[in-house]
């Protein structure tokens, strides 16, 4: 429904038991839809008995899809949900470099010559090239990485946010540790 809708015709499209059902036919595949009750909710927030109501504060854990056509799909037709990858976040400030940070996300261009690499010192470029090889990150596209250990304190600098490092035949590009996330704008 629209912002703009009425609270009635909001709450025509409410969840009873906020995708508690969905939740069980799916075998846990998609999650809860219910959300705590706040200010921009509370015309349409409704208290459900339901035994298949789910909660907005239960920890699910984190599950890994694959964002095909077939699962956005899925997005759309069990739970009316556009879904949507974020991009062009911007990172300013220290905290968010790859040597500093405690995940860093890569974009990999396999078989790719960088077309601006990033000068760095060995000890750097040798840090983050084993933390790409030691990484379990499934994703060949896109890479998270924990904590790089032995980058130079020379090459931790605001002006190496976002840097390019050629490693082997690959480009790897740091990008902000949200990029591609998926989120729903519905």
């Given at each position: ?5 009425s ?10 038991d ?8 799916t ?5 809860c839809?219910?959300v705590?009750r706040?200010?921009?909710n509370?015309?349409?927030c409704?208290?459900s ?15 890994i899809l ?6 956005v799909t899925a ?6 949900k556009?879904a ?9 400030n ?16 396999p078989?790719?010559?960088?077309s ?9 470029s040798?840090?983050l ?5 030691s990484s ?20 931790v600098t ?11 035949e ?6 902000h540790r949200?990029?591609?996330?998926v989120?729903?704008?519905?």
């Open positions: 429904p629209s912002m703009n809708a609270p009635g015709e909001k709450a025509s499209f409410t969840l009873i906020g995708g508690g059902e969905a939740f069980i036919q075998g846990e595949k998609l999650k839809a219910n705590a706040s200010f921009e509370e015309d349409t409704i208290y008995t339901s035994r298949t109501a789910c909660s907005p504060t239960r920890d699910l854990g984190e599950v694959e964002m095909n056509e077939t699962t997005f759309y037709e069990h739970g009316d556009y949507y990858a974020i991009k062009g976040l911007v990172m300013e220290l905290d968010q470099h790859a040597c500093v940070d405690t995940k860093s996300r890569w974009e990999v261009q078989n790719t010559i960088c601006t690499p990033t000068q760095v010192a060995t000890n750097t040798v840090a090239a084993n933390a790409f090889a379990t990150d499934p994703n060949a596209l896109l890479k998270d990485i924990n904590t790089v250990a032995g980058c130079d304190p020379a090459d605001v002006d190496k946010l976002g840097m390019e490092i050629q490693v082997g690959d480009c790897y590009t740091h990008v949200d990029h591609k996330n989120y729903d704008f519905s």
